[in-house]
DNA sequence: CTCACTGCAAAGGTTTTGCAGTGGG
DNA sequence: CCCACTGCAAAACCTTTGCAGTGAG
């Protein structure tokens, strides 16, 4: 897989005008390795690993310049605490009801069943955007 | 309108099992009032007019309160501060992207179309609970 | 070389907590 | 009357900011 790979997000970043330094590359890969929304701390703490001495201040720094160039995402959740995903295509979420797990939920079909819904319908005094799905309930085990 | 009442939150509060105080009450009324999704530093600022001395712990410890009782409901936005709105039929809110503006947005034949793509097509490894849009764009002038 | 980036520590803003005092049932 | 609730202030928590030093281009 190509994002497994240093230049996927040297590329990335040059795209962008960003300077590639090893914290920008650390960051920016630990959210694609992790794959599971992590917070700013478990970053921080994935990247210690590796990374010595990382301030976790550059990863908050750093996690805001990648959303602002749309590397990444914010996730805002139920609770206080912020999360981040890769940037991709458009996609909805699965929030779990007993724990803090959320899954990425991919729906071509229904995306375009809600295309074409509120293109038929519209909202009145109100042009829309993005639509994403908070879909909550628990996940089978 | 009954909710203008005072026994409508009484009432409420009772069913719960919580005791009726003046705080509550001026809260809970407060945030139908407002209705606008306040934070809880607004709706403090608002009840202060009319009660003197309440103090903002108060007001997040009911919030809390009401909250856990299903009386209200916490918003999370995309800006790092919790909103608050009465608990009500589900809907779907409106989010514009210039502001810090929400709207609610109910839609039953959108609901009714929801319900039955999910029941006809199910989520692997998952069982759905609730379904809420998290529709961005910008509100008309 | 230069300016953007990092590390560190301090500050900021929202929310929570502890505790003595009060008042609702 | 008693225990839950309030007021107040301090603390906790996540996140942002300031600044001197460093390193990518």
Redesign the pocket.
């Known amino acids: 897989l190509y994002f497994m790979n240093t230049r996927f997000y040297q590329g990335r970043l040059?795209q962008k005008g960003?300077?590639?330094?090893?914290?920008?590359l650390a960051i920016f890969s630990a959210i694609y390795e992790l794959n599971n929304h992590p917070?700013?701390?478990q970053i921080f703490h994935y990247i210690r690993k590796t990374h010595g001495?990382?301030?976790?201040?550059?990863v908050?720094?750093?996690l805001?310049?990648l959303a602002d160039n749309a590397l990444i995402k914010k996730v805002r959740t139920d609770s206080?605490?912020?999360r981040y995903e890769p940037f991709q295509e458009a996609h909805h979420h699965l929030f779990d009801t007993q724990s803090d797990r959320i899954e990425d939920y991919y729906d071509k079909e229904l995306d375009a069943i809600l295309t074409d819904y509120f293109r038929a319908k519209g909202i009145k005094d109100f042009d829309v955007g993005e639509i994403r799905l908070h879909i909550s309930g628990s996940f089978k085990r």
Chains 1, 2 share one sequence.
């Open positions: 040059k960003l300077k590639v330094t090893p914290q920008r917070t700013a701390e001495n990382i301030a976790l201040g550059t908050y720094k750093v805001e310049t206080d605490i912020n």
